[in-house]
């Protein structure tokens, strides 16, 4: 009759033979899971993340790849029960991977893309809420990865988000066509813009600044630039100030199509390359 103690052994060496078992169907589903995203059969997806879950719950990439399936589902500024629960859904997924890893810049990324997409269909009061959580991800994002060039770049999307619709119902209010030129004719308004938005407009410029600092060809970063130097002048007093102003402005939309030439012959010189390798 075995002993106590070899029964024991045995039971464990069932226990980790089982778990070893689990861990390679779980990655079997993960396998299938990700076939499945790639032909975009996304609900197939979904479940064989799911399965991958059960089968081994502390493998992150099982998580993080079924919160990325509710994600491809959701449609920014779609209003319906079924598209609001993929958005819901994604963001409880990406936040329990965040719970065991807040560190995981996948999850972190996603979350504030989330949120900043999900700002678009809202109205002003909502929509600035949003653009407040949208921010908060990207800057913890920037904590866990400081040369991450597009969360600093969303970051002057985001303050030029806020700016922009203030700056045109200004425009509006004082009759002003959007291509007249600046600044605004009425001090007091100036004042009282200069006094709520300054702030929102340089951070935005220093984190545009950063983001073309990582990568002296982001071509998208230089454009917002351009937006938020041109729409900053029409707060200025003086009139030459204004014009010099203009003038960095197009200077760097001038750099935007330059870049944007630049890119569009580096790829045109690597499918030529591409094609003669092939032959």
């Known amino acids: ?3 106590r103690t070899l029964l024991t052994l045995a039971v464990a060496g069932l226990f980790v033979f089982a778990s070893g078992c689990d861990k390679l169907k779980s990655r079997d589903h993960i396998n299938q899971g990700i076939a499945a995203y790639k032909n975009a059969k996304y609900p197939d997806a979904v479940e064989h993340f ?3 879950i059960a089968l081994d719950p502390d ?5 993080v790849y079924l919160a990325t399936s509710y994600m491809i589902q959701w ?5 319906s029960p079924e598209n609001n629960e993929f958005a819901a859904k994604a963001k409880s997924e990406f936040q329990k991977v965040l719970d065991k890893d807040p560190k995981d810049k996948t999850a972190l990324a996603y979350m504030a893309s989330l949120a900043y997409n999900q700002a678009g269909a809202l109205p002003p009061d909502k929509k600035t809420e949003k653009f407040d959580e949208a921010a908060a991800w990207y800057h913890k994002l920037i904590d866990v990865d400081p040369k991450n060039k597009e969360a600093y770049y969303s970051l002057g999307v985001i303050a030029w988000g806020r700016w922009y619709p203030v700056i045109m119902t200004a ?3 004082l009759r002003m066509k959007p291509e007249d030129p600046g600044p605004l004719p009425d001090k007091k308004v100036k004042e009282q813009l200069r006094a709520q938005y300054s702030a929102v407009i ?6 545009l600044q950063k983001a073309i600092d990582i990568d002296n060809n982001y071509d998208d970063a230089m454009a917002y630039m351009n937006l938020l130097v041109r729409e900053r002048a029409d707060l200025l007093d003086d009139k030459d100030e204004y014009n010099k102003q203009v003038a960095i402005a197009d200077g760097w939309m001038q750099k935007t199509v330059e870049a944007r030439k630049a890119k569009a012959l580096a790829a045109e010189k690597a499918g030529a390359s591409g094609i003669t390798n092939d032959k």
């Not at 493998?59 to 998580?63: D, E, F, H, K, L």
């Open 1 to 3: 009759m075995p002993s």
């Open 50 to 52: 799911k399965q991958a």
């Open 59 to 63: 493998n992150p990439n099982a998580r």
């Open 75 to 79: 449609i920014p500024g779609a209003d």
């Open 171 to 173: 425009r509006a209010n």
């Open 202 to 207: 340089e951070e935005g410029i220093q984190d």
